[in-house]
Structure formats: C-alpha cells, structure tokens
C-alpha cells in the first residue's frame, strides 16, 4: 500500500484490491474460476468426511489414525487458492464479506449443518441481489454496494436475533 501511494494509479489500484470491480470481468476470467471452484468443490465433496471429522472432533480423528495436519494443509490449502483468485476479481472486502458474513447467518439461524449451509446459501444470494440491484437504482459502484448491503443486513439480522432471545442477559454465541 505503501508503494502503491507512489504510483501512478496507485489509488485506483488500491481501490481494485479492497473492493474489485465486478462489472469489469471478463467472460474467460469467469470460466477460469467457475473452473477453479468446480474443481476444489469436487475436491472438497470427496474429502467431505475427513474435513468434518477433523473439524468437529479432532481427537477422534487422530484415534482413527488420520493425519490431521496433512487434512488441515489441504484444506487451507484448497481455501487459499479460492480466495486469493476470488481477491483477484472481487477484492479483499467482497470477498470476506462472502466468506463471514452468510456463515454467521448460517450458524445464528440453523440448527444442523445442512440447515445451516442452505441459510448462508440462500442469505448470501438474496443480499448479493439486494447488492446489486441497490447499484443500479443509486448508481454506486456494485462490489462497495454488495459489502455495504451485508454489512446491514447482518446488524439487523443480530438486532432481530438479540430482540428474539429471552431477557436472560445472555448473548448469542457465535
């Protein structure tokens, strides 16, 4: 960020790194990436039972003989190369804006994994709409829209959840 400061377009290429620009994609930069996904989706599909195995209960997993570090590398591993491409066309913001915020909306509303995959899914959907169609109608820059957008929806999705919740004095946990 530093050397981008003495740039030419240093802050426009910062700009494009925090939240990208989606609109400039290219048609063969979406295939490349819906080709990048597809594979590791496939990768993580079969490797599903290690991956949660590991995640929900490591002991067992080292009981069984797993190797739970070479498990936890190609899962970090395969997560890497997703976001840094995704970085590449979304930007930083967009992108963790994605990858947090329908998970939270997973885990506040769902009960079982899968529940919780089908909220964040469908969470992360409706709000990209609502993103995007906010763009148009007010004429902002569509990747700041979509953050901005779940950035709101997720405080008024916890106030919704904290006003549902009995006067106990607990908060919800995360």
Not at 72 to 100: E, K, N, P, Q
């Amino acid at each position: 960020m530093l050397l981008s400061d003495r740039a030419a377009h240093g802050a426009e290429q910062v700009r494009a790194m925090l939240v990208g620009n989606l609109l400039a994609v290219r048609g063969s930069e979406v295939v490349e990436v819906a080709v990048l996904y597809a594979t590791i989706g496939i990768f993580h599909w079969l490797c599903r039972r290690p991956f949660f195995l590991i995640s929900t209960d490591p002991d067992a997993a080292f009981r069984e003989g797993r190797r739970v570090r070479l498990w936890d590398f190609l899962f970090y591993a395969s997560f890497g190369v997703v976001v840094t491409s995704s970085v590449r066309i979304a930007g930083v913001l967009l992108v963790f804006s994605y990858l947090i915020v329908p998970a939270l909306a997973g885990i506040m509303l769902g009960r079982t994994i899968a529940s919780k995959l089908l909220i964040g899914w469908g969470f992360g959907t409706l709000v990209s709409v609502v993103g995007i169609v906010a763009s148009a109608a007010l004429d902002l820059p569509t990747g700041a829209t979509v953050v901005c957008a779940f950035g709101l929806t997720l405080v008024v999705l916890w106030v919704v959840f904290l006003a549902m919740k009995p006067a106990s004095g607990l908060t919800p946990s995360a």
